[in-house]
């Protein structure tokens, strides 16, 4: 650890920033930036062609685990609707 | 880029004003007096070629430049006056006839929810699935000629923005741009994808090959995207331009590669469409939120601006497409008349 490091953040026992971080969009997909990997239930990496990725939420992409935009066709809502 | 044949006697003069050296007071004078004249004649500027084609030539000084030109005539303050003698015109004609409904709060999630309505509208036919389902053989050669005016530089024209925006706009535009330039690999570059492509159907793939067979309308979508990108002032326009674009182009080109493969094309002609399926719903996210929200939050009196140029990139994109439409409906060529560049 460098002196430049900034110190750890409280309930964080690693140092400096987060290797990778993760954007819950509304109504889309988890926008995925930083160091890190995507697996199949095995293990086994999968293909990955560009260093910030959009992973599906709603369940409709036909390119999962990643979104194809396709939560805008089925009107996908991560909040309730107001009542 | 290679010199277009000229449309009329004001980009003859242009064409004829750049093979030569700088300055040529004279000849630029009487360039501008021309152009004057064509712009007080011309009912809608733009679908007139004359002008459309002298302005797409004026704006290329700037990108490849024009093969046989002298680079000098770049920032030539004769020419410069002339551009923007047609800019004026252009963007009055845009902004007249662009309508933005709503203005969101000021704030980046708004912002990108608005944008994300305006681009979710359905307006008018449908090019994508038309391509998916029925077009032609000779009909998908031609939609690619169409859309490689501004395909083989893809991405150019909203790089001009990056130097004019700061902080987490400028973050998110640069990381959209990376991606739009292969990330390092020169052949992932979704210009050389496109390249790929128009090679993988027998056309030619040289920047401005076909700058013949394009109609007015084509060079004015691409001209518009110069107009924002070059003039700061219009920074606003380019960053809701791009973010409209990434915001309509999944779904389109998931169908577009359907198109193609329904032709028995493989994936050297399907992957550039395939490609642009997963890279713009990442895009989409980063543009609406953090380009263009962020770009609002910290500057809010170009909210307006953000919105034009989104809507003005959905509208004149709307005319392009009923062209081409339009021409396909009556059985004939979307291109310029007198060539046979589809054949």
Not at chain 1, 45 to 59: D, F, K, Q, S
Request: aromatic share 6%.
């Amino acid at each position: 650890m460098s002196p430049a490091d900034p110190a750890p953040r409280a309930g964080d026992a690693r140092s400096g920033p987060p290797a990778a971080s993760i954007v819950a969009c509304p109504d889309g997909p988890l926008l995925v930036r930083g160091e890190f990997e995507v697996v199949t239930p095995d293990g086994e990496a999968l293909p990955r062609t560009r260093r910030t990725v959009a992973l599906c939420r709603c369940g409709a992409s036909v390119l999962k685990p990643y979104c194809d935009g396709s939560h805008k066709l089925i009107g996908f809502k991560t909040e309730p609707p107001a009542p | 880029m290679k010199q277009p044949t000229a449309r009329g006697n004001v980009s003859a003069l242009l064409l004829e004003i750049t093979t030569g050296e700088p300055p040529a007071a004279d000849k630029v004078k009487h360039l501008e007096d021309a152009v004057r004249t064509a712009l007080a004649r011309t009912a809608d500027v733009v679908v007139e070629d004359d002008l459309q084609l002298t302005l797409f030539c004026l704006y290329e000084l700037h990108y490849s430049g024009l093969d046989g030109a002298a680079e000098g005539w770049e920032w030539d303050p004769g020419l410069i006056r002339v551009r923007q003698l047609i800019e004026a015109v252009f963007e009055e004609r845009l902004r007249t006839a662009v309508v933005v409904d709503a203005a969101p709060e000021p704030t980046s999630d708004a912002v990108a929810a608005e944008l994300f309505r305006m681009t979710g509208e359905d307006t008018g036919p449908s090019m994508s699935r038309f391509v998916a389902r029925e077009a032609n053989a000779e009909q998908l050669r031609e939609f690619l000629i169409q859309k490689s005016i501004y395909q083989l530089k893809e991405a150019d024209p909203h790089t001009w923005a990056i130097p004019r925006l700061t902080g987490r706009a400028k973050a998110a535009l640069v990381e959209i741009q990376a991606d739009e330039y292969g990330g390092g690999h020169p052949d992932r570059m979704h210009s050389a994808l496109f390249a790929r492509t128009m090679r993988a159907v027998g056309l030619d793939d040289t920047y401005g090959a076909y700058i013949d067979a394009a109609p007015a309308i084509t060079l004015a979508s691409t001209n518009m995207m110069s107009l924002f990108g070059l003039n700061r002032r219009l920074r606003g326009a380019i960053v809701g331009h791009l973010t409209a674009y990434e915001m309509t182009s999944s779904q389109p080109n998931r169908l577009y590669a359907r198109g193609f493969a329904r032709h028995g094309y493989g994936e050297d002609a399907t992957g550039y469409f395939e490609e642009h399926v997963e890279a713009d719903a990442v895009h989409e996210q980063i543009a609406g939120r953090d380009l263009a929200g962020g770009l609002v939050e910290a500057d809010p009196r170009l909210l307006g601006d953000v919105l034009f140029g989104a809507a003005a990139a959905l509208l004149v994109d709307s005319w392009m497409t009923r062209h081409i439409m339009d021409a396909w409906a009556e059985g004939r060529s979307s291109l310029q008349p007198d060539r046979s560049f589809a054949a």
